[in-house]
């Protein structure tokens, strides 16, 4: 057996871990480490300013930090943008697609009497932040999956991210 190359626990550290490029264009790049799951679980999600999280992930790819399990795996910017994505309309949608399980986004709409475009920019922006992960079926067809049951915030109200030591490597 070959040894275990300790780069690629760097790699799944940052699984799941969105990385805002450019707030205001909406720009961020997601990190995926493919794990097979059978059940749905809750997301944990954190808000974090933008310099908090380059920061944090500039020192995950350095190798000075590792991401604790319980950390999160999602960052916002901010709790409006939270409350936005996270809006009762958006769960909504997200508990119809649950409990439907529609085979396209033109079926969504017929359900929902919501145009396509408007579902397929919120579903795009939903799997950028890992609530749905959307399919290609056939002919092309998008199946929009749900991807976690619940969704857990971890907001300090009392100092930042930056000031943890617990998790610093070395």
């Not at 264009?25 to 300013?49: D, E, P, Q, Y």
Request: proline content about 4%; overall charge positive.
């Amino acid at each position: 057996m070959e040894p275990r190359d300790p780069t690629l626990d760097v790699l799944l550290d940052l699984d799941g871990q969105v990385f805002v490029v450019d707030p205001a264009g909406g720009h961020w790049v997601r990190f995926v480490v493919t794990r097979v799951c059978n059940s749905m679980t809750t997301l944990k999600v954190g808000i974090a300013s933008y310099k908090e999280m380059k920061s944090r992930t500039m020192a995950v790819a350095r190798g000075t930090r590792r991401i604790a399990a319980d950390e999160p795996k999602v960052w916002f910017t901010s709790t409006e943008s939270f409350a936005k994505v996270l809006s009762a309309g958006n769960r909504e949608l997200l508990q119809v697609i649950a409990k439907e399980a529609p085979s396209s986004l033109d079926e969504l709409a017929r359900i929902t009497g919501r145009a396509k475009s408007n579902l397929s920019r919120t579903l795009k922006t939903m799997a950028g932040y890992g609530l749905v992960r959307l399919e290609r079926g056939d002919k092309g067809r998008i199946t929009p999956k749900v991807t976690h049951d619940r969704v857990e915030l971890d907001l300090p109200l009392i100092g930042s991210r930056d000031t943890d030591q617990s998790r610093k490597v070395g």
